[in-house]
């Protein structure tokens, strides 16, 4: 069977001041440690992400609750943020067809899915405006239980659904996808007899794009789940190696690791030339700056790219702006779809239209992929490139797994702990604390006492 | 009335080795150096940006067209690629509903608009299948007219208007967007008797956003092109002097430069607390992107987050991460809905979720963008603050341009030209190559020439 190739040649190009063998032969004992110390934690049941591939049970679980819903309703709201929405999302928009909530329910042959992510009430409340809450029902996503853009939401989406079905409309309408024992929501659950699927409480939110948080949404927008959850394992089976040129994971972990640490190279750039990926980008942004941005030291920036469409946007910036970044491209070799261009006769004497005339839109679109890979590497700027054989759910399922294996090398080789997020727990108790929680109101008057802000300095 | 408002003083913050009123007074003339030097081309005709609000001429043309189109037609498609989309895009999600393409006619009162971004043939083969071809119509938009990407999307539309509605029905439904005068499309549009609306030759694609390139989108969809431009022009007003701390888009540039050179940090967060302005931030990384990457030593890198979504997500890097960031928060101190919050008795033993209680969503909101601020600048992190009164056309025009001017100044006070992109031609003659455009075997040749990958580096 076909499957993801990993090609880091882009990153050895001796004319480009690039990495040379001997660079990985020195990187290969910390490879080896940051494979061996991830797999010690993993045997001692501490990170479970690479095991949800095998958590049959679970997958069926969601499948049923999905069909039970999408039998029911036509609308299904993903109410999670950060890590409860990134990877739902970009399981779907990869995997169902891309304009999917805009088809009719005949064509769709599965429920609409929304995910709103943020706590933005214009945007809520247009969405509540624009359905038929009769025909939608959502699923409240996140693993403590108590993340507040959340709650405002499921707080408000369940006084309207009460109001108007009643404690049992409520009940059929939503879901809970929480830790399986503890937090306020899986009290919530037991309380209100919520039907609720479990997080493992040793996978973090943005590792959760293949336990339930992610399933269920991708199966109720009728996403082939047994595919990804093989595609997923075929990937961590291949990197149950600690040899760097044996672990696909593992190299690209490695091969970005010293890029940033001997080239000076920390931004870096996931650019799949496939709309279809975009939000992939947007899932690997959070993985990768999350996971490892945990020290003035480190923490390199992931930057999401479109190809082609960023040719005409941060393309300059990557091939003539400073000597930071590295270009990982990714190409799917079988497109779902191509389109035949044929160039009229009246076009013909433009020499920049002419040369289309018997391409199709697919040899357009790969041959800006080789170009820009070629530009990038001849400006000095390296290159990865991944290819999948097509965007199908085994694919999605193989990158995936590949990006947070090689997210937790990559903390291992950096030396961080990828699985927190201790910096972002000051803003939340800033927050608590304006909003008046009990408990926190130093913090409202540590913000109160703040000096003075220099009024030249505002422009009004 | 109210208006935009601008706060560096999270920038200048002595705790946090911010800048001082010394290094404002020091970068004073330089800034000074990059407004004249802007001015002088502007008056010389070279730059015509920031004269597009007083267009009313295009803007008028513009309106008549959209209201011809949407008088007849359900659904515009704007084929165009970076700045030929991205200006359109952030205006009509800023300001139409935000499922505005899943209303229904009668409450949308507008054209349903879809910007097929790509040459990706899987999205544009599906967005025609999901169509009625006889109820769209198409911009076909390119300053150049000869842009790749964009006339194989125009080549495959066009041949299918042809063969289903005839010459005719192909003109009725085509119209274009590009230079007054020059080009392939400008050609086109006399020798098939196509309605065209002109982009200025003294206004680049990235700088076109109001020009007809984005108000054509805007007002298919239903925006108050008028308040937009006036918004605009107000801004421009506001910028016409070369005092540092007098103009909004010169400090705002100067802040950001001076944290570049002075402090290292050349990665530019743009996070607006709005949904609405999530593609603002596509639109500005393109901006800022191609126009000051430019040199090995000059090019910052834009970064694109949405609040509070982001918390939850990259912002693990920007508090505890190297410091080599400066966020921009953008605030809308009156969201267009808002949401009572209620906490239900039996939620209310809950720490973490009782506090909400009586509050809004928009409070909500709003308390993480100030805790958000505060956690960043207690860690050190600078910060700079855009406020708009409320997120309206006027508004969006005043953030528009605010953005264009301060990437022009930027390039006065980086040293380089804001307003080319010569850093992607070696991508489009590699490309055309590769398809076998007539005098450009070379470039194919270079390639089929290149060393052979070492197949170690090659996991497959």
Known sequence: MERLTLDVNGCFDPAAEGLDRGDLAGVAAAALGAFDGFQARREKGELGFADLPADAATADATERLAKDLGGRFENLLVLGIGGSSLGGRAI?????HPFHNLLPRERRGAMRIFFPDNSDPATFEALLGTLDLADTCFATVTKSGGTAETMSQHLALRARCIARFGEEGYRERCVLVTDPAKGALREIARAEGLRALPVPANVGGRFSALSAVGLLPAAAAGVDVAELLAGASAMEARCRTGDVLGNPALLYAAALHLMDRRRGRRIHVLMPYADALR???DWFVQLWAESLGKRPDVGPTPFR?????DQHSSLQLMVEGPQDKVVTLVRVASPRADLSLSVP????RFGEIAY???HTMGELLEAERRATDAALRKAGRPTISIT?????ARAMGELLMLLELATAYAGGLYGVNAFDQPGVEAGKRYAQGLLGRPGFEQYRDELAGAAKPDPAL???
């Open 92 to 96: 779907v928009s990869a995997l169902a």
């Open 279 to 281: 939000d992939t980008g």
């Open 305 to 309: 790219a479109v190809g082609a469409t």
């Open 345 to 348: 006769e009246g076009y013909r």
């Open 356 to 358: 289309l005339d018997g």
């Open 388 to 392: 999948l054989p097509r965007l199908d």
């Open 458 to 460: 505002v422009l009004a």
